[in-house]
Nanobody, 126 residues
Framework: QVQLVESGGGLVQAGDSLRLSCAAS????????MGWFRQAPGKDREFVAA????????RYIDSVKGRFTISRDNAKNTVYLLMNSLKLEDTAVYYC???????????????????WGQGTQVTVSS
């Protein structure tokens, strides 16, 4: 089992920045690719960003490219999502997830992820 706890969400204005953190415990953190997903009210959960086990490979949904940066610190068992230039449409509950994967693989599909956090709310106001 891997336990994931997100933090860092909140209420911000459009154009502001936030950094989400996800602390992992349980199994060996570096064995897992890590991803961030989000779910807005009335919408399906969608992939946002993911990072490979060592941090060398990343992937992003098109709408956040150039604004969001995913990173991880395997020594601290933590993955981060730095969100800059936030937009109203970024409002959602953000979830971190862990996927048992090969070293350079960056899963983007929800079923690839084995463990999920409880989510943290990000609200962007005008």
């Amino acid at each position: 089992q891997v336990q994931l706890v997100e933090s860092g969400g909140g209420l911000v204005q459009a154009g502001d920045s936030l950094r989400l953190s996800c602390a992992a415990s349980g199994r060996t953190f570096s064995n897992y690719a890590m991803g961030w997903f989000r779910q807005a009210p009335g919408k399906d959960r969608e992939f946002v960003a993911a990072v490979s086990r060592g941090g060398a490979s990343t992937r992003y949904i098109d709408s956040v490219k150039g604004r969001f940066t995913i990173s991880r610190d395997n020594a601290k068992n933590t993955v981060y999502l730095l969100m800059n230039s936030l937009k109203l449409e970024d409002t959602a509950v953000y979830y971190c997830a862990a996927a048992l994967a090969s070293y350079f693989i960056v899963p983007v599909a929800t079923p690839a992820y084995d463990y999920w956090g409880q989510g943290t709310q990000v609200t962007v106001s005008s």
